[in-house]
């Protein structure tokens, strides 16, 4: 198993020093123990203006396997499609992404990988019978969560519980046909990527995992939940007959979704 692994990162100096040091040092272990051909961790800093990218090109001089893409402008979708079209140029048999808090940790995330088998892609699940999520979540982030996947549910007809958890991992020939239609930037785009793979008959597994969650503040829920609700909305329009009132209204605006 050839494994690329994208970590989009947006202002996260406090926090990717530890993550690339527990990835880089994971799975550089897994290599010399022969359990994975090779891997490689790509991150893909994202309009950033903290010290994220010094820190980044530390540990790439130190551990070899770990590349990064500097892009001053984009959200989390713009930085892992990003990702994927770089993977792309490599070898990666299996090409995924998790986010920049380790939350999910390498171990977790190497033991998702194991459970691909025959199907194309497993995505991480908070809320599946045998998920672990440290420390328990809020109320008002269980309430905001279940709402959004009422959505989902209601205007995507998908069978998935959690479509937002940050660890996800495809075969590369999935990522490969899909990769360009990909065009949400920001809050829809974990949901786009297993729509459009489904309507292609992608067989995706979701999967219970362990989740430790190191900030809860980093997203503000009341404040992020309306533009969330507006871009599934948005996103089920785009994928319906009226599409075009969408397309030729960020025409007259000069909006694009890439």
Not at 22 to 43: A, L, M, Q
Not at 127 to 140: N, Q, R, S
Not at 142 to 167: E, H, K, W
Request: include cysteine.
């Amino acid at each position: 198993m050839i494994l690329s692994i994208i970590i989009p990162a947006h202002n996260e100096e406090r926090r990717i020093a530890v993550t690339l040091e527990k990835y880089g040092n994971f799975f550089s272990h897994k290599k010399i123990k022969k359990e994975i051909k090779d891997f490689n961790i790509i991150v893909v800093l994202n309009a950033c203006k903290d010290k994220t990218l010094e820190i980044v090109k530390k540990y790439a001089r130190k551990i070899k396997e770990i590349k990064y893409l500097d892009f001053k402008e984009g959200g989390k979708g713009f930085a892992v499609r990003e990702g994927f079209k770089n993977s792309l140029k490599g070898k990666a048999e299996l090409i995924g992404f998790v986010d920049a808090d380790m939350s999910t940790s390498p171990e977790e995330y190497f033991r998702l990988s194991k459970l691909i088998k025959d199907f194309d892609g497993v995505v991480a699940s908070r809320y599946l019978k045998g998920a672990e999520i440290e420390p328990k979540p809020t109320i008002k982030r269980i309430f905001v969560s279940r709402i959004y996947n009422f959505l989902i549910r209601t205007l995507f007809f998908m069978p998935y519980r959690d479509t937002q958890c940050g660890a996800k991992i495809f075969k590369r020939k999935a990522i490969e046909e899909v990769v360009s239609e990909l065009g949400m930037s920001q809050w829809a785009f974990d949901l786009e990527l297993i729509y459009v793979l489904r309507k292609r008959s992608y067989r995706i597994k979701e999967a219970p995992t362990v989740w430790s969650d190191r900030e809860y503040s980093k997203i503000n829920l009341i404040a992020a939940g309306p533009f969330m609700a507006l871009a599934i909305i948005r996103l089920r329009i785009l994928n319906s007959p009226f599409r075009n009132f969408i397309k030729l209204y960020d025409k007259m605006i000069g909006f694009s979704r890439y």
